[in-house]
């Protein structure tokens, strides 16, 4: 069946993104750390477009991630890199560059009316009338596929707290980032049970968990 | 080498008490949770006087745990239970009843001046001259053995600072707190390394990592 999930690397101390991001530096300082175990993998590299690479736990996972949605919602910083305003040039093509590796339908929150970007292989459209909207383009578009709610934080805390994501897959890097954009903030009173679906460690550092969510 | 060191159980999202702790729930809403893991162990069980309780990961873990240290540093809070002003009754003892788990010297961080107590095996001290003098007196009443920060997080978060806690355990339970006493947090702009030295999934869905502690 079709489910909507989350797929994020965080560092020990809960940030998918260090402090201070910018168009250099997306992740924010420190946070490209989080990502380590990915880069090095067989898998993400042959994604795009690299030879060689690691093979192991981490690249098998690292494939399920890139097989796993047929399409994406992200929030609008996601989109344009850090606290990049691309509202101010209606042109600007984000941060992901000509190719970017989603390949497919990616829905991007924003308060912004734009024409939707096609890039490769990847089309951006733009929702400005909620999460909701977002989420029911996203799923009309995946079909009988999975939803991936790619980030930021805020994007994921949105839909944990409507119910709307089923599945969270979290890959913990040994680091520490101090500061930065929290993923599992903001979830209210009442956050919602968890059940540990997988537990993975890898001689990385990086563990990788995953949990369905909701009772 | 005796080393300093920490031991705590964490939610995904990173809390090590939950929301609104009390005399009664010393551990905050849904806080116990946390524990589930250890307090189904045999070895727990063993330390506290009772029978039975399950063999395996979780268990070995758990004896490393009681075994793991000649003394101990903790908050104040951590001593009192929650939000309990104990200041308010000299002779209090904590919420730690009459035989404390503790069995070694425990020092206790506190800006109130009060006479040691001693329960069962194990003596509180309480220092009110700073964190560095209570690690000092720790280290000493530790000898060639290791020193405990028990928590809670604020006390954690201390030594985590100045550079004195050099190995960090952290059993993540599979539950969201939603809010609480956050244990990685206050780390300043430039947080420590950290390097796995070990990670272990259990069936009770609780990881267990653990990490050395600076460069």
């Known amino acids: 069946m079709s489910t909507v999930k989350a797929d994020l690397s965080m560092s020990l101390d809960g940030y998918v993104a260090g402090p201070n991001p910018t168009l250099d530096e997306p992740l924010g300082e420190g946070g490209e750390e989080l990502h380590e175990w990915l880069l090095a993998t067989r898998a993400w590299r042959a994604s795009h477009g690299k030879e060689g690479g690691e093979t192991g736990v981490d690249s098998d ?3 399920e991630l890139e097989s796993g949605s047929d399409a994406t919602v992200m929030g609008r910083r996601m989109f344009s890199g850090g606290s990049g305003p691309w ?8 941060w992901w560059g000509e190719e970017p590796p989603f390949r497919q339908p990616v829905f991007v929150l924003t308060h ?6 096609s890039l490769g292989a990847t089309t ?3 929702v400005t009338d909620g999460a909701e909207s977002a989420l029911g383009l996203a799923r009309e578009a995946a079909g009988d596929g999975d939803v991936q709610i790619a980030g930021g934080a ?6 944990l707290r409507s119910g709307d ?6 890959h913990v890097a040994p680091i520490l980032l101090g500061g930065g954009a929290r993923l599992l903030d903001n979830l209210g009173d009442d956050p ?7 537990a993975v460690e890898s001689p990385s550092g990086a563990i990788h968990l995953s949990y369905r969510v909701g009772a």
């Not at 994501?165 to 979290?170: G, P, Q, S, Y």
């Not at 919602?192 to 997988?198: D, W």
């Open 61 to 63: 996972i690292a494939e």
């Open 87 to 94: 509202e101010d040039d209606p042109k600007a093509s984000g």
């Open 112 to 117: 912004h009316e734009r024409e939707p970007l």
């Open 124 to 126: 951006f459209e733009f």
């Open 154 to 159: 805020e994007a994921v805390q949105q839909y």
């Open 165 to 170: 994501l089923k599945e969270l897959h979290v």
């Open 192 to 198: 919602p049970k968890l059940e540990q679906t997988r």
